[in-house]
């Protein structure tokens, strides 16, 4: 992984014990970031030189997981031919195409299949930059002899976009507001990165999201579902604003990230300023930019300010 993407993460995590394998959710269609995902799936949109999903792989691999399947349906073809050079060799990386969207409930089941459903899986969100404490996720996971843990982050419009919330034990006793009469002791938001025992596989949909179809059935059942807190930066790059400032953020958190990619070409008379130019892109005589993010391969000889530059023209960013 680039320093670029470790500046971005922090710290490396530790392991998280005898869960070794892990299902990267690839499958969405990345309709806020459009047209960038006219290009690549959202999965696959270069942050900080990387792959977006890269970065969930190389936290899981950080912690131990040696296998881990990808889902792909839309533009499944380019996100299966980035990830490969990004992923570490210890990790065996499977894909797991969907004809047609199986939502994240369907997903996970059929990409888990490829692996091991005798054994715990951790999920994760190939399109968020996050990085929880997965060793203590899979700790809690443990301890609680849970079916399945969340992984939740504090929130304050948690009620209104969907909350999880736990007793004060850490057990999710409600969600999306039912069963309603169930005394809770606090409320989050769901990351989108969990633990599953392997007596999950059997109980989640061939089709649809794993929270209404899946979650939502197991709590209202009183099955042992956990909240994980996390207070580990959450970044959903799911909007242009979103993704520019999570390159943004990097440099602000290590300013030894790499920017430039060593591959390339900024003229001499060019001016950057906390702006990121991707590999064999090249920027032309006396431009300046400042806040930018210029993909891979693209020729820039325009100024810009707080814009993204790619095959997909000039995108600006409020």
């Not at 715990?120 to 930059?129: E, S, T």
């Not at 007596?199 to 059942?221: A, S």
């Not at 009183?222 to 970044?235: C, E, I, M, N, Q």
Request: hydrophobic share 45%; proline share 8%; charged share 20%.
């Amino acid at each position: 992984m680039t320093s670029g993407a470790q500046g971005a993460a922090g710290s490396e995590p530790r392991a998280a014990g005898d869960v070794t394998q892990a299902v990267v959710l690839g499958a969405g269609l990345g309709t806020r970031l459009r047209p960038m995902t006219e290009h690549l799936p959202k999965p696959g949109v270069p942050l900080l030189h990387i792959p977006v999903a890269a970065h969930a792989i190389a936290h899981l691999a950080a912690a131990g997981v040696r296998d881990v399947a990808v889902n792909t349906h839309y533009l499944a073809s380019a996100l299966e031919a980035a990830l490969p050079a990004h992923v570490p060799p210890h990790v065996t990386l499977r894909f797991s195409r969907e004809a047609a969207l199986l939502g994240t409930g369907g997903g996970i089941r059929a990409a888990w299949a490829l692996l091991d459903r005798t054994r715990p899986l951790l999920v994760m969100n190939g399109d968020i930059l996050f990085r929880p404490d997965l060793a203590e996720v899979v700790r809690v996971h443990r301890t609680r002899a849970a079916l399945a843990t969340m992984v939740v982050r504090a929130h304050p419009e948690a009620q209104r976009l969907g909350a999880v919330e736990s007793d004060r034990q850490g057990r999710v006793v409600r969600l999306l507001g039912t069963p309603a009469e169930r005394e809770v002791a606090e409320e989050w938001m769901f990351t989108g990165v969990h633990v599953l025992s392997p007596e999950v596989f059997g109980r989640l949909p061939e089709e649809g999201c794993i929270v209404r179809r899946g979650y939502r059935h197991w709590v209202d059942e009183g099955l042992p579902v956990y909240a994980a807190p996390s207070d580990a930066t959450f970044r959903d790059v799911g909007t242009h604003a979103e993704y520019l400032a999570a390159h943004l953020d990097a440099l602000d958190a290590d300013p030894s990230t790499v920017a430039v990619h060593p591959d390339a070409r900024v003229m001499p008379e060019a001016h950057l300023s906390r702006s990121f130019v991707g590999p064999h892109a090249e920027v032309a005589s006396g431009v300046r930019l400042h806040e930018c993010v210029v993909w891979p391969g693209t020729t820039v000889r325009s100024s810009a300010t707080r814009a993204l530059i790619g095959p997909f023209g000039v995108l600006p960013v409020p």
